[in-house]
């Protein structure tokens, strides 16, 4: 569905879940100030979240990690069961949390920080909804770094089979950069960037990119500076 405003941009459709009342009414008065973005529900915990999400098949999930009852965590597993699941975005308090990471690692598309700016929540919600990651190379060097002890015993084995040209996609993934910046920097057309990002997603088994980033810091392919 396009924005009257623009008819060129699809709407993006957002699904609220926060244990606060007075958290969800601020982000949809944010997230609803934009003309390309609608928030269609909430759910209070994680237990109504798979209903919600086959009821309103919103693009995206923008749920609390901390929740009672079911948390985040296990409701981010129920989400990623589903056929043809939403991008889940996670919001955080706290910036650096092993629960932070698990989430990442289990398939969600970035997180947020609850004190977010208004205009990068909304800006966040794009990047999302346009199949890249909210993602943070320091942040996810210095989690890699604190999980490290689990890395995939095959890991490196899966990285060999990535083409020299796949393993310089990895890293620019990893360092943060869209499509197109990657595009710009290897003078390669962004479709040919997104079909090397879907070779890479397959060969790696992951889930998006965040996954992705996450593999190359384990794996040593890129520096981390955090």
């Known amino acids: 569905m396009t924005t009257p405003e623009d008819p060129e941009r699809p709407r993006i459709t957002i699904l609220l879940v926060d244990d606060e009342a007075l958290v969800r009414a601020g982000l949809r008065m944010i997230l609803s100030s934009a003309p390309d973005l609608e928030v269609v529900g909430e759910a209070e915990d994680g237990t109504e979240v798979v209903d919600r999400v086959r009821a309103l098949a919103p693009d995206i999930v923008l749920m609390d990690i901390r929740m ?3 948390d985040g965590l296990r409701a981010l597993a129920l989400v990623r069961a589903l ?3 939403p991008h889940v975005v996670i919001l955080t308090t706290f910036d ?3 629960h932070v990471f698990e989430a990442l ?15 990068a929540l909304i800006q966040s919600m794009r990047t999302v909804a346009s199949g890249n990651a909210i993602l943070s190379p320091t942040l996810t060097g210095r989690l ?3 999980c490290g002890r689990r890395v995939p015993d095959d890991l490196r084995g899966r ?3 990535l083409s020299e040209r796949e393993l310089g ?4 993934i990893a360092q943060g950069l869209s499509n197109a910046e990657i595009g710009s920097e290897l003078f390669l057309s962004e479709a040919t960037v997104k079909a090397h990002v879907t070779h890479i997603l397959t060969k790696l088994g992951a889930a998006n990119r965040v996954q992705v980033a996450i593999a190359a810091y384990r794996a040593g392919l890129v520096d981390d500076e955090g």
Do not use: C, I, Y
């Open 96 to 98: 650096v949390d092993e």
């Open 159 to 161: 990285m060999a089979t």
């Open 68 to 70: 009672p009852r079911v």
């Open 105 to 119: 690692e289990n398939g969600a598309a970035g997180f947020l920080l609850k004190d977010t700016p208004p205009q």
């Open 169 to 172: 996609v990895l890293r620019l």
């Open 83 to 85: 056929p043809h699941p």
């Open 144 to 146: 890699s770094r604190t």
